[in-house]
C-alpha cells in the first residue's frame, strides 16, 4: 500500500485505514494559514517542509460557530457532535482516502466540497469518511475552506489590495484546492486527467459556480451538484437572490469593520480570530457569492439558462423534504407549502410572479385543485428543487450534454423529520453506521446501491453498472425531453420515465 509519498511542499506519511487495504492523508497543507496579514486575501500557497510529514491527525476545521455547541440542535445530534474539535484559520488542507499501491495506478479521484450555507461545516466530519469510495477503486479528496466573514467579507481595502481577486475567498479555496490536487495526486495513485468535483448544498452551490467559470475548462471533467436548491428562475421572478454586487458588499464590510472597532484592514488583521468570528455571530450577517469581475462575473442561474457551464456530464438531484419553496404567502423559501392563502392572494402573487404565463399558470393551478381536492394557493406553490433542474437537464440537451438526475425519498427512522435536508450524505458515503438512527437492511442496500452509483460516474461519466454481488443495478439514463429519466433513491429504488405533469411543464416552457 501507498503509505508514504510526496507533494509539491514535501514528503508526507498516511495512516492505515479501518480497511487495512487503504491508506488516508489527514490534514495535508494545500496552501498556506490564512491568519495575520494572509487574512483576507487570496489563498497562498503552503510552506515547504524538511523531513515527512505524519499526516495521522486532521487540521482545524474553518473559523465558525462551535459545532455542537448546542447538543440538541437538529444538526448537532446528526454529526456536529465534538464541541472540542481544533478550530483556527490554517484550515486549507486536503484529506485523502487512497486504496492505490503505487504512484502508477492512475485511479480516479472525487474532490469533495462540504455545505453548511457557508457559514459552517468541515471536510472531516463523520458521515464525510471516504473510505468506501476508496473500496471501490476512487481517490476520495475533502477539502477544507473558509467561511462566513473569513472567506466572504469585501471592503474596500481588501479591493484596493486584490483588484482582480477582491472577494468569494471561500470559492477560491476551492478552486486552489482543486488545482493542488490536480497537481499532486499522481503521487497518490490518482489520475489528474479523471477528477470529478462534488458538493451538497453550499458546497453543491459552490460546484455550479465552478461550472460556470470558464478558467475551469480542463480542471476538472464531470461535477455532482447535490441539494442546492435548483438553479434559480426566471418564473416565479422573486425566488433566492442570486450573486451580489461587490459594492453592496462593500458597504456591508465597512459596518462590520466599525463593529470591530478598527479603522483600518491592517488594524483588522491583528484582530484575534475567536473576537472576529463573535462579532460576526452577533451581527446575524449572512454573507453571500459576490459578482467579483473575474471569478464570478454572473449568476450560475443564466449560465446554466443559456448553456454555457462547462460542457463535461453532470448528476444532481434533491431530497424530498428539505425545502426551497415559493408560493403565494411564503415567508421563507426553506418554509412549508402554505395552502391558506386566499383565491384573490393567489392570483395577485401568480400575476406578480409570472408575468406573460400568468393567465396559463392560474389555468393549471386551478384544474389540479379541483382535480385533486386541494386549493390553487397549494397547487401554485413551486418546489424549485425539482423543476429547475429538469430545465438545467433540457438547457444541456440542448448543447448535447448529459445530465442524470435523481431524487432522495426514503423512510428515514428515529424522528418525523422525513428525506430531510443532507440525510442522504449518509447514503451516498455509504456511513451509516456512524449515525445514531435505527437504520435497517433496505437503507444499508440502498447505501451500497448510491456509493456504486456515485464512484462509477466518477470512473466513466456514467452512473451504471453492477452491485456487489455482480447483478446489474436498475438502468439510469441521461434525463432527455423525450425520455425524462429519473432514479428514485427511495424505499424500493426504482427508475422512472414518466413524463411530467402540465404544472412543471409549463414552468420549464417558461424557464427555458
Known amino acids: 500500500m501507498l503509505r ?3 507533494t509539491e511542499n514535501g514528503r508526507v506519511r498516511g495512516v492505515v485505514g479501518t480497511d487495512a487495504r487503504i491508506t488516508v492523508y489527514k490534514g495535508i497543507p494545500f496552501a498556506a494559514d490564512t491568519s495575520g496579514e494572509n487574512r483576507w486575501r487570496p489563498p497562498q500557497p503552503a510552506k515547504d517542509w524538511e523531513g515527512v510529514r505524519d499526516c495521522s491527525e486532521f487540521g482545524p476545521i474553518s473559523m465558525q460557530d462551535i459545532p455542537g455547541k448546542d447538543p440538541e440542535a437538529f444538526y448537532a445530534k446528526e454529526w456536529h457532535v465534538d464541541p472540542e474539535v481544533p478550530m483556527g484559520e490554517d484550515s486549507l488542507r486536503a484529506n485523502i482516502w487512497t486504496p492505490a ?4 495506478d492512475k485511479l480516479p479521484v472525487m474532490v469533495w466540497i462540504f455545505g453548511g450555507g457557508f457559514r459552517e461545516g468541515y471536510p472531516h466530519e463523520q458521515e464525510f469518511d471516504g473510505e468506501r469510495f476508496a473500496s471501490r477503486g476512487v481517490i476520495l479528496v475533502s477539502l477544507g475552506y473558509r467561511l462566513n466573514c473569513f472567506g466572504f467579507l469585501c ?31 499522481a503521487n ?18 459552490a460546484v455550479m459556480h465552478h461550472l460556470a467559470a470558464p478558467q475551469n475548462k480542463g480542471l476538472f471533467q464531470k461535477a455532482i451538484p447535490q441539494s442546492f436548491g435548483g438553479t434559480g428562475t426566471k418564473y416565479p ?27 483600518s484592514l491592517a488594524e483588522a488583521r491583528k484582530l484575534d480570530a475567536k473576537y472576529i468570528e463573535d462579532k460576526f455571530l452577533e451581527s446575524n450577517l449572512w454573507l453571500r457569492v459576490v459578482d467579483d469581475g473575474n471569478y464570478v462575473t454572473e449568476d450560475y442561474t443564466v449560465t446554466a439558462r443559456e448553456g454555457r457551464m462547462l460542457p463535461i456530464p453532470i448528476m444532481t438531484g434533491y431530497n424530498t423534504n428539505e425545502g426551497f419553496y415559493r408560493g403565494p404567502g411564503q415567508k421563507h423559501p426553506m418554509a412549508p407549502p402554505d395552502a ?8 395577485a402573487w401568480i400575476r406578480s410572479e409570472f408575468g406573460e404565463y400568468a393567465d396559463e399558470y392560474l389555468d393549471v393551478c386551478r384544474k389540479a385543485a379541483a382535480e385533486k381536492g386541494t386549493t390553487v394557493a397549494h397547487e401554485a406553490t413551486v418546489f424549485i428543487s425539482c423543476f429547475s433542474l429538469y430545465v438545467l437537464a433540457r438547457q444541456r440537451e440542448k448543447a448535447g450534454q448529459k445530465t442524470y438526475l ?29 449515525c445514531w438512527r435505527p437504520f435497517d437492511g433496505h437503507h444499508f442496500d440502498l447505501a451500497r446501491k448510491m456509493c456504486n452509483y456515485w464512484t462509477n460516474f466518477a470512473k466513466t461519466g456514467d452512473p451504471n453498472g453492477n452491485d456487489k454481488d455482480g447483478t446489474p443495478m436498475p438502468e439510469w439514463d441521461p434525463y432527455t425531453e423525450a425520455d425524462p429519466c429519473q432514479i428514485e433513491f427511495v424505499d424500493e429504488l426504482y427508475v422512472k420515465h414518466d413524463p411530467v405533469d402540465p404544472k412543471t411543464e409549463l414552468l420549464i416552457k417558461a424557464n427555458l
Request: charged letters at 25%; proline letters at 5%.
Open 4 to 6: 508514504e509519498t510526496r
Open 188 to 205: 497518490f495513485g490518482g489520475d489528474p486527467e479523471n477528477i470529478t468535483v462534488f458538493g451538497q448544498s453550499a458546497g453543491g452551490v
Open 101 to 104: 499501491k503505487t504512484t502508477e
Open 155 to 185: 471592503h474596500p481595502e481588501i479591493t484596493a489590495e486584490n483588484p482582480d481577486q477582491p472577494a468569494n475567498y471561500g470559492l477560491l479555496d476551492q478552486r486552489f484546492g482543486i488545482e493542488w490536487v490536480k497537481r499532486n495526486i
Open 406 to 434: 435523481y431524487h432522495f425519498g426514503p423512510t428515514i427512522p428515529g424522528d418525523n423529520a422525513g428525506a430531510f435536508h443532507s440525510c442522504d450524505l449518509w447514503f451516498e458515503f455509504e456511513t451509516l453506521m456512524k
Open 340 to 347: 391558506f392563502a386566499s383565491d384573490e392572494e393567489t392570483e
Open 237 to 263: 421572478k422573486s425566488f433566492m437572490g442570486g450573486v451580489g454586487t461587490l459594492e453592496e458588499a462593500e458597504k456591508i464590510g465597512v459596518e462590520f469593520f466599525k463593529s470591530l472597532g478598527v479603522n
